[in-house]
């Protein structure tokens, strides 16, 4: 009912930047809130920042500073500038939303299948 569309990942080296980008489509009738989450080999998913409709937003602390989130409301797209990389942040980003669809009355979150990036010499 929800795909994504992630792109944006890569490698670049240390103190360089990316701009990720999802852009999410189905029968989503009302968005609650679309962010972004990381899991490195070997580690659990951690979320990485988050935007809700109003706009409020929330960042990972190790990101904050350096990663800021924005939104598309009427493409469904969020994304994710992330600057001053260290090789730390090196792991697999998937897009999230929560959202209500065309067959779901109560809101579900949904996870995109994620975009690597790796920071490196």
């Known amino acids: 009912q929800v795909q994504f569309v992630e792109s944006g990942g890569g490698l670049v080296q240390p103190g360089g930047s990316l701009r990720l980008s999802c852009a999410a489509s189905?029968?989503?009738?009302?968005?609650?809130?679309m962010g972004w989450y990381r899991q490195a080999p070997g580690k659990q998913r951690e979320l990485v920042a988050t935007?809700?409709?109003?706009?409020?937003?929330n960042y990972a602390g190790s990101v904050k500073g350096r990663f800021a989130i924005s939104r598309d409301n009427a493409k469904n797209t969020v994304y994710l500038q992330m600057n001053s990389l260290k090789p730390e942040d090196t792991a697999v980003y998937s897009c999230?939303?929560?959202?209500?669809?065309?067959?779901?009355?109560?809101?579900?979150?949904?996870w995109g299948q994620g975009t690597q990036v790796t920071v490196s010499s």
């Open positions: 935007i809700t409709g109003g706009g409020n937003t």
């Open positions: 189905g029968t989503i009738f009302s968005v609650y809130a």
């Open positions: 999230h939303v929560r959202c209500t669809t065309g067959s779901l009355s109560r809101p579900v979150d949904y």
